[in-house]
Each structure stands twice: as C-alpha cells, then as structure tokens.
C-alpha cells in the first residue's frame, strides 16, 4: 500500500510561480512517479513523471516552465511551477507506480487568474 499527499497548490497571478510536492508512505516499493493533472469534465492530462534514477519526461506543454524532481530519502516528488499560464489550471494530482498497481493522491487545486 502507497499513501500520497500533496500539497503546494494555491492561486497566483499569470507569470507567477508554484511549488507543488507530494510526499508517500506505504511498504510498497514505488518504482516512479509522476504528476498529471485534470480540469472539471476534461480527460486527466500526463504533465511529467520521474524514475527512480532521475530520468524525467515532461509534457511539451509545460516544458522549459516545469520541472519535476524527487528526493528518494524522503519519498517525495516535487513539481516546481514557473511562468504559470492561465491554462494551467487545475487539479495537481500526483502518482506513484509499484510493481503491483499504480496509487494516486487526492489532488490539491491550481489557479492561475489575474
């Protein structure tokens, strides 16, 4: 079992920055994880994902103004949120993938508005 808890979210103004982080628990071994994130009646959206080793992918959405990282000591993942646009809101979820099954957090809620 794999429990997430994220946190970071909030509102800022087009421009501003955000740093989302979601920390796990649970005996399962996480192999990656990532973030997505889903507005209201929209299909969720892959926004990055990290392994174990440190490779990244990032969606070309947010490429060159997000960035994701984890510090596996502490089991969390972080998402760090620059020149956040209008379209960026959302609900932050972020995921973590056992060997078994993959687990998701509750979401914490992105508004970027002026």
């Known amino acids: 079992q794999v429990q997430l808890v994220e946190s970071g979210g909030g509102l800022v103004q087009p421009g501003g920055s955000l740093r989302l982080s979601c920390a796990a628990s649970?005996?399962?071994?996480?192999?990656?994880m990532g973030w997505y994130r889903q507005a209201p009646g929209k299909q969720r959206e892959f926004v990055a994902h990290?392994?174990?080793?440190?490779?990244?992918v990032h969606a070309d959405s947010v490429k060159g103004r997000f960035t994701i990282s984890r510090d596996n000591a502490k089991n969390t993942v972080y998402l760090q949120m620059n020149s956040l646009k209008l379209e960026d809101t959302d609900v932050y979820c972020c995921?973590?993938?056992?060997?078994?099954?993959?687990?998701w957090g509750q979401g914490t809620q992105v508004t970027v508005s002026s």
């Open positions: 995921n973590a993938l056992t060997l078994l099954r993959t687990y």
């Open positions: 649970g005996s399962a071994r996480i192999n990656a």
């Open positions: 990290v392994t174990n080793g440190g490779s990244t």
